[in-house]
């Protein structure tokens, strides 16, 4: 009897140990940026799982029980306005990410690519052939005829640059993502589009770029507008694993602090500190990189985006892109980074890897606002498999335009490592590493 308490109260103290050993989630406060003051801990969304009380447990803790009223079946929960959402984001081949979202009365579902190197919102229009367009081929589109919603603009769009032919009409419609609806939003029908997009999962682009100046009122804009979204913030996550079908999400209104990564440093948990970074004044969220270093071993690093700006610091220029997985970089570095590797160049400017060797690939870091973000080839090369052949891409592309070759564009490869948060007011883009 003696030996089966010590037992239990063994059990106990281990399994209240193990608790409290769990990491900590990372509460994101005004502290650390006075332009962020918005972002809290007690702000983010979270949702609740509740057992649901049986008939006879509802009898016994109801006050009524004896009057035979039970409370807890009548009474409702109070609505409440939601003041933030979370997008989830779908992996197609590891090189697309995607969301669903609904436009029009009744509502016509399309997956869109979240893309914060882009402005404008543009879906694919019934008025695109199939015929006429390749790139038309397997998609869903929108038919504004379908929709009790849709309102007319007039105005005509057209993109032709480096080969790319982007050609539709604006609209008005109402847009809505998961909890949240913009109404009455102004986006284009987009009746011709490249080749290449037939091999695209997604059905057009809701750009989360900046915006401000170029005459455009993005879609996050028309959220804060309309007062469906309260703090002008918004966070992206991508997961690591390959694999699955879920990429991540993008929190609108607020940041998630279980997304931040928490080191176990001299006995206890710290959390990763986000660098802020003021962007520049484009559309887009530009900022300046330091470096970015390719190591083989510690005394042999290779530097790149090494450019000389005119106020004596060197670095180079780098978006964001939260559609795609591929790290874009000038043609002349991308090229010497892949033969550092061992890569073999493939078709379409992309370069392959033995898969046995990913492991071995060496870390490549991106030193940020005096920050580093690792890496490592697991991180940076896909495998693909189609019955017996498989083989292993890199996730590094050189530019192919001269816009492209004057800056660096980090997508999924890099956010798998890093939590982006971005202040829509402020122009102000923050990083950390992700959980």
Sequence with gaps: MMYRIF????????ALNFVHCKPPVCNITSSEYEGL???EHNATMRIQIVRQKSPFEQQLNSPLHEFGLIRDWYEKPKPSNRTNDTVRLYRFLNNEFYGKIIVGHPG?????AFDTTWIYTWLLSSQCSALEEIGCYFHNKY???ASSEWKPDGRKFSVVTDGVNLTGFYSYDNISITHSSVTNFNFIEMTAVPKSFIFNKADGVLGLGWGTGSGYKTFFAALLEQKKIKN???SVYINRNHQSNAAGDITLGFADGRHIKVDYVDGKYVCDKIIYLKTDPLPYWQFQMDKVLLVKNPKNTKAYCQTKFPDGTVGCKAVIDTSSNMIIG????????HNEMGATKLIFGRYSVECDKINQLPPI?????GKNFTLKGPNYITRFSYRSLTICVSAFQAAENDQEETRWILGGAFLSEVYTIYDYHNHVIGLVRAA
């Design 7 to 14: 037992f239990s109260i063994f059990f106990l103290l281990f």
């Design 37 to 39: 003051n918005f972002i």
């Design 108 to 112: 016509q579902a399309l997956n869109v």
């Design 143 to 145: 038919n504004h005829h």
């Design 232 to 234: 002008p913030i918004f």
């Design 330 to 337: 000038p043609a002349k570095e991308i090229t010497d980074l």
């Design 365 to 369: 870091e991106f030193i940020i606002g």
